[in-house]
């Protein structure tokens, strides 16, 4: 009988190996540094998501770096489900790395951002409904309270829930390996958003469209 762990175990590492590169692509650095905005890391928050972006005054370079870490997570996701066809497990497996490599990327020392924007493009790739229902917590929340972080901080605690209620409502139930992803990715945005949530408890965390204290 064929051994079906090696190749199985093996696939896996190629899947995280993808999407671990494909995730470490620093697009916010690139950008900025390609239109001649200054390293995106000696700015602000020295963070090289879409929210530090347009602290360079480059709204056009703070969408590209949006949409394009979201599509790396997604992309990574995608192609993986691609290749491996009703093998959900490596299609989460290459998302989570994807995940991850924007969070701690090879080529800036493992220096990465907090990953929210990859978070949602993950989430919309894996099942859409869940990535539109995480999508319009981040929203209501946002337009509530003007707290970027605490959208993001409650729209990831969420998403493991809508994965089991509203899409099995939807007659979409989420297969256990996109359930584990949504746990996986929200936990990380949570330890990424430490600093954040030590502000938000002290009440002086920034509201959109105020200053970086």
Do not use: C
Request: a positive charge.
């Amino acid at each position: 009988m064929q051994d079906l762990v090696g190749p199985t175990l093996g696939t896996l590492a190629l899947a995280a190996a993808g999407g671990y590169l494909l995730g470490s692509i620093p697009f916010g650095v690139i950008l900025t540094r390609a239109a001649g905005a200054g390293d995106v890391r000696n700015i602000g928050s020295g963070n090289i998501g879409a929210t530090n972006v347009l602290r360079t005054g480059r709204k056009d370079l703070a969408i590209a770096t949006l949409l394009l870490d979201a599509g790396k997570g997604a992309a990574a996701l995608l192609l993986a489900r691609y290749l491996f066809p009703g093998v959900p497990a490596i299609a989460a497996v290459a998302g989570g790395a994807a995940f991850l490599g924007h969070l701690f990327p090879v080529w800036l020392g493992f220096k990465g951002g907090k990953g929210v924007a990859t978070f949602f493009g993950l989430l919309i790739a894996a099942a859409w409904p869940l990535g539109l229902l995480a999508g319009a917590t981040w929203l209501i929340v946002a337009a509530l309270f003007r707290i970027s972080s605490l959208a993001a901080l409650v729209s990831s605690a969420a998403a493991p829930l809508y994965a089991l209620l509203p899409l099995a409502a939807l007659g979409l139930p989420a297969p256990a390996p996109i359930f584990a992803l949504a746990i996986f990715t929200g936990v990380l945005i949570w330890v990424r958003h430490h600093q954040n949530i030590a502000r938000l408890l002290k009440g002086t965390e920034p509201r959109i469209g105020a200053g970086k204290a």
